[in-house]
């Protein structure tokens, strides 16, 4: 049976100590002692579902924030199709014709949205494929039992083929969405 030692851990450096003395109260802690219990059941009262700890949070915010920039994307597509006032030829719509100085102030601050959404969505994807690239404990025990290495705390592409196969495949689908959109919204307005 494993057992912990409790006792007094003060510092006495006048008398040069670096522990209790002789005369402290000391102890064992077991896994069936009543300290032990007391400890377990309030930490169980303490309980979180997974989504709500660690890089769980970070991931959701990135999803949410996907999700928010999709629900702005098609909201404005709609507005920019149905208003009558902005003209759809082949396939391209104008949005604004008028004064140059006009025309390139409305330019201007559509390519600041457009660019806060797009690296909205990239830094987003970005935390999520490094959180998916990231190995477990268990998978880190398991390629140490084999005496293979895993890379911790830097983006690995080497971790891919040591990681479950739905991590692997979302990490691919996520670098492939990724950049065509980062691509196609760098072009989506052009002044005339």
């Given at each position: 049976?494993d057992a912990?030692?409790?006792?007094?851990?003060t510092?006495?450096?006048?008398?040069?100590?670096?522990?209790?003395d002789?005369?402290?109260?000391?102890?064992?802690?077991?896994?069936?002692?009543?300290?032990?219990?007391?400890?377990?059941?309030?930490?169980?009262?303490?309980?979180?579902?997974?989504?709500?700890?660690?890089?769980?949070?970070?991931v959701?915010?990135?999803?949410?924030?996907?999700?928010?920039?999709l629900?702005?994307?098609?909201?404005?597509t709609?507005?920019?199709?149905?208003?009558?006032?902005?003209?759809m030829?082949?396939?391209?719509g104008?949005l604004?014709?008028?004064?140059?100085?006009k025309s390139?102030?409305?330019?201007?601050?559509?390519?600041?949205?457009?660019?806060?959404?797009?690296?909205?969505?990239?830094?987003?994807?970005?935390?999520?494929?490094?959180?998916?690239?990231?190995?477990?404990?268990s998978?880190?025990?398991?390629?140490?039992?084999?005496?293979?290495?895993?890379?911790?705390?830097?983006?690995?592409?080497?971790?891919?083929?040591?990681?479950k196969?739905?991590?692997t495949l979302?990490w691919?689908a996520i670098?492939?969405?990724?950049?065509?959109?980062?691509?196609?919204?760098?072009?989506?307005?052009?002044?005339?």
């Amino acid at each position: 049976m494993d057992a912990v030692m409790l006792g007094d851990n003060t510092y006495e450096g006048a008398r040069g100590g670096g522990g209790g003395d002789e005369s402290s109260p000391k102890g064992l802690l077991t896994p069936d002692s009543e300290v032990s219990k007391e400890w377990s059941s309030s930490s169980s009262s303490s309980w979180k579902p997974v989504w709500y700890t660690g890089w769980h949070t970070g991931v959701l915010a990135c999803a949410t924030s996907a999700v928010v920039v999709l629900f702005i994307n098609i909201g404005l597509t709609i507005y920019a199709a149905m208003n009558p006032r902005h003209k759809m030829e082949g396939g391209i719509g104008t949005l604004y014709e008028g004064s140059c100085g006009k025309s390139r102030a409305i330019g201007r601050w559509l390519h600041l949205g457009i660019n806060a959404l797009s690296t909205l969505l990239l830094s987003g994807s970005n935390y999520t494929q490094q959180c998916l690239a990231a190995p477990t404990r268990s998978e880190i025990d398991a390629m140490h039992s084999r005496r293979r290495w895993m890379d911790i705390g830097v983006p690995s592409v080497r971790n891919l083929f040591r990681i479950k196969p739905e991590r692997t495949l979302l990490w691919i689908a996520i670098g492939l969405s990724s950049i065509p959109l980062h691509l196609l919204y760098a072009y989506i307005t052009i002044p005339a």
